[in-house]
């Protein structure tokens, strides 16, 4: 059982105030002063969301772009991402158990930085969902037009290019469905999982065992560093959208059985499984077709691969799975944005009807079309390598402050945390993390930088305007 | 008078459920867990579906407290928002640590009560059940038994003389107990089939096996055909 964390105080512009904090929070459930919130997510489930969200990008959309501008020293590139995104997870891990509360890192930084902080990242972490959740439907689209053209179908003549059209068809079906489906899918969202890292397990292990000669097939060898040692690093930034999905795990962090233990572990394990695994696939993708031939195929460059390999059945399996993959990746971010949103209007940071809860089926139907919407907009652009980067630069600033976070609680030390994880290797683990998380940031366009700097502005901005006296700062 | 045996009623508190007629009077002499729950879609946050119907839930959860309080019961009541409703029963059925559990349906006057009697275990409990809320009431209790292959008629005589000596002695008359048993070959449907002929039901609960993951607990099918209230006895909790 942990301490309360700390009580908000001031209101926003419409006199709201934010809602006051549970009386304590136990392995089973959430305990408020005449209610009870039962936490119903295992350790399972929180593997599942951490993975779920991440297998996505990382191997069915990024290995044919990571490739041409890395060459298969991509792989290098995922490793980095995976190392940084390591260093991140074991500092949120810490403060997930001694904070097991709705809204993650925006929860974290906004109790031990301050408000001002807090909606930066509180802001930026649901527009940085909306644009990781666009830049899925973007891939799932491209993979609903390889599906197509398999069986010999062609999408033309109309205004915007067909993957476009699919993708904003598939947001719209997946925001209605959030709004109007009142079955459970988290057994099903479990299943899907296995079922890809069947697939995946399989299809790498006989690529891999291809990659080393085993079947007799041999090809030129491609030097490792193909590219050069520098795209190696924004490389590394491109892709780290690949790696947002542990966050997820945190930002449910209310609603996850017995949190000291299973949140750590979730985090951990879903990190490490993912980095492994992309790093293996772009070793096999690289070494059956080449960088150069993944890059044309951009992001169905999986299905080449697999064709390459296993022939029509290969592309078809790596097809279904892409699908699956895509959608459960974009899903899960559409709901996280909307808890952003809920745990963003609970502290009074958005009107509290941005959170308010369908009196029919019993959904956040605002904050829900506060994701759905944006996203439609975002998946509209096309621009694929804009929507993850601006989805990384986000979330890579909340990874930077959950270190500065952690460094200033440890050094503080006040009565109210009380984390059952420790990270090892402080303060230089952590130090290690902040400064890997915004160094990353540097090796992204242009552009990209610009919007992300331009969106943080915009979000404190809003901070000062809506919600000045709000102060959600523990005591320290 | 015996202890007052502590029974777990969940209701639906959002969903228009409500504590069924006759069912404060059949818990009367029971201190009654009121479990009100609500059971929310994943989309939604628990805190965020409290924000929002807590106010709601409270007042109602006081109204049905206190219509089981008029009738003679204690009440303890909890307000949950859960995205499994069987979690939660589970989990508070543990830690108030239920003797058993009301299915909750309408009764009219309770006048016969029929106890399906498994096997000397878990008989304890099941009595102090019985006795706590029956011992003092002018009803019938008949105790039911199905025997196993293999067991005997004589089998079932010493099981019932058990259990009636425990009866009686926490101050249940003897003259109110009768017995009944049953050759059917599927216990479910058995009781099921004998409870037409009463206003209540109390039984045990089952250890979940491949059959009742199939075809559903024995509890929740005689609930289901039964119609009437029924009362599953709970095992005790595992030793820690």
């Known amino acids: 059982m942990s301490q309360p964390a700390p009580e908000g105080t001031g209101q926003n512009v419409e006199g709201e105030t934010p809602e006051p904090e549970p009386e304590a929070v136990t392995d089973e459930v959430t305990e408020h002063a005449d209610a009870q919130l039962e936490r119903t997510i295992g350790l399972t489930g929180g593997l599942a ?56 890192g925006y929860f974290f930084i906004s109790r031990s930085l301050g408000t001002g902080f807090g909606s930066i990242v509180g802001l930026g972490l649901w527009l940085g969902l909306v644009f990781a959740s666009a830049f899925y439907l973007v891939g799932l689209g491209h993979y609903v037009v390889a599906v197509l053209s398999e069986v010999g179908l062609a ?48 299809f790498l292990t006989y690529g891999g065992l291809d990659a080393l000669g085993v079947f007799g097939r041999t090809r030129a060898p491609e030097p490792f560093f193909s590219r050069g040692i520098v795209p190696v690093f924004s490389t590394a930034a491109l892709v780290f959208t690949s790696y947002l999905g542990f966050a997820q795990v945190a930002t449910l962090a209310g609603e996850i059985k017995r949190p000291s233990r299973n949140l750590p572990l979730a985090m951990v394990g879903s990190v490490l499984l993912v980095t492994v695994a992309y790093a293996l696939t772009i070793i096999v993708a690289t070494a059956a077709l080449g960088s150069g031939r993944l890059g044309t ?62 009196l029919r089926y019993g959904t956040p139907h605002v904050a829900l079309a506060m994701a759905g919407g944006p996203i439609l907009v975002l ?67 242009l552009a990209s930088i610009l919007v992300g700097i331009a969106i943080m502005i915009a979000s404190y901005g809003w901070y000062r305007y809506y919600a000045g006296s709000v102060e959600l700062r523990g005591d320290f | 008078m015996p202890d007052r045996p502590t ?24 201190h009654v ?62 830690e108030v640590d239920a003797l058993a559990i009301l299915v909750p349906n309408a009764v009219g006057d309770v006048e016969d009560v029929l106890v399906a009697v498994r096997g000397t275990v878990g008989s304890d409990r099941l009595a102090r059940l019985v006795a706590g809320l029956f011992g003092d009431r002018d009803l019938g209790v008949t105790l039911f038994h199905v025997p196993e292959a293999g067991e005997s008629d004589a089998d079932a005589t010493t099981l019932f003389e058990g259990l009636i000596e425990r009866l009686v002695d926490s101050g249940l008359e003897e003259s109110r107990i009768e017995t009944q048993v049953s050759r059917d070959a599927d216990p479910a449907e058995a009781i099921a089939g004998a409870a037409a002929d009463f206003d209540a039901v109390v039984m045990g609960e089952t250890d979940p096996t491949v059959v009742t993951y199939f075809f559903g607990m024995p509890a929740d099918q005689v609930a289901e055909r039964f119609l009437g209230p029924v009362l599953v006895v709970q095992r005790p909790p595992p030793e820690a």
């Open chain 2, 33 to 94: 867990v009121l479990l009100g729950y609500h059971v929310i879609p994943e989309q939604t946050a628990a805190g965020q579906a409290r924000i929002q119907f807590e106010d709601r839930a409270d007042a109602k959860l006081e109204e049905l407290g206190e219509t089981l309080a008029d009738a003679g019961a204690t009440v303890e009541d909890r307000l949950v928002f859960t995205h499994d409703g069987q979690t939660t029963i589970d989990r508070v059925n543990k």
């Open chain 2, 7 to 30: 029974v777990l009623l969940p209701i639906r508190i959002l969903e228009g459920e409500s504590v069924p007629e006759g069912v404060p009077e059949l818990l009367a002499n029971a």
């Open chain 1, 49 to 104: 969301i951490g993975i779920g969200t991440m297998i996505g990008a990382g191997i069915f959309v990024f290995p044919g772009l990571a490739a041409v501008e890395a060459g298969p020293a991509a792989a290098l590139s995922f490793v980095i991402g995976g190392i940084i995104a390591m260093l991140v997870a074991l500092p949120t891990s810490e403060l997930a158990t001694a904070m097991p509360r709705s809204g993650g």
């Open chain 1, 379 to 445: 998946v509209a652009t096309d621009q694929v390598e804009l929507l993850a980067e601006v989805a990384s630069f986000l979330h890579l600033v909340m990874y930077g402050l959950i270190c500065v976070a952690l460094l200033v609680l440890r050094r503080r030390d006040p009565d109210w945390y009380s984390p059952t994880f420790r990270t090892p290797g402080t303060p230089v683990l952590p130090a290690l993390g902040a400064v890997a998380s915004f160094g990353l940031i540097a090796f992204m366009n």
């Open chain 1, 155 to 202: 999408l033309g003549a109309v205004p915007l290019a067909p993957h476009v059209v699919l993708g904003l068809v598939a947001g719209l079906a997946l925001t209605a469905l959030s709004l109007g489906g009142t079955e459970n899918t988290a057994a099903l969202q479990n299943y899907i999982v296995l079922i890809l890292l069947v697939i995946i397990g399989a």
């Open chain 1, 297 to 358: 195929a951009g992001e169905t460059a999986m299905v080449e691969v697999a064709r390459a390999l296993l022939g029509f059945p290969g592309a078809v399996l790596i097809l279904v799975a892409g699908l699956f993959a895509t959608v459960s990746s974009a899903n899960a971010s559409i709901l996280s944005a909307s808890r952003s949103v809920y745990a963003l209007s609970r502290d009074a940071l958005l009107p509290r009807r941005a959170g308010s809860v369908n």
